[in-house]
Nanobody
Framework: QLQLVESGGRLVQPGGSLRLSCASS????????VAWFRQAPGKEREGVSC????????DYADSVKGRFTISRDNTRRRVLLQMNGLKPDDTAVYYC?????????????????WGQGTQVTVSS
């Protein structure tokens, strides 16, 4: 099973920016579809963004379009989530998930491998 590690979460003020990172200590993520999900207290986990394994096309939830950007780093060993214009509603634990050669998408059922999450708190 692929082991994923997220990093980059912290407390940030509204309007601020964060960059989250998802990496595996075992393998490069080059051939994986990778997605970011988030779960706020008392709410269901929801898909935020994904990047596909074949052509690196991306999808975003409507709530983050224009503010968040998903990408692979130059080494293709990490998947990054750049978050700008953060709002209190973005407060959640953010999880990355991966699927080898998978089609991608924002449904949890598409992804067999998950990280432990990183906390993002947007508050003044």
């Amino acid at each position: 099973q692929l082991q994923l590690v997220e990093s980059g979460g912290r407390l940030v003020q509204p309007g601020g920016s964060l960059r989250l990172s998802c990496a595996s200590s075992q393998f490069t993520l080059e051939h994986y579809a990778v997605a970011w999900f988030r779960q706020a207290p008392g709410k269901e986990r929801e898909g935020v963004s994904c990047i596909r394994s074949d052509d690196d096309t991306t999808d975003y939830a409507d709530s983050v379009k224009g503010r968040f950007t998903i990408s692979r780093d130059n080494t293709r060993r990490r998947v990054l989530l750049q978050m700008n214009g953060l709002k209190p509603d973005d407060t959640a634990v953010y999880y990355c998930a991966a699927d080898l050669l998978g089609p991608g998408g924002l449904e949890m059922s598409e992804y067999p491998d998950w990280g432990q999450g990183t906390q993002v708190t947007v508050s003044s």
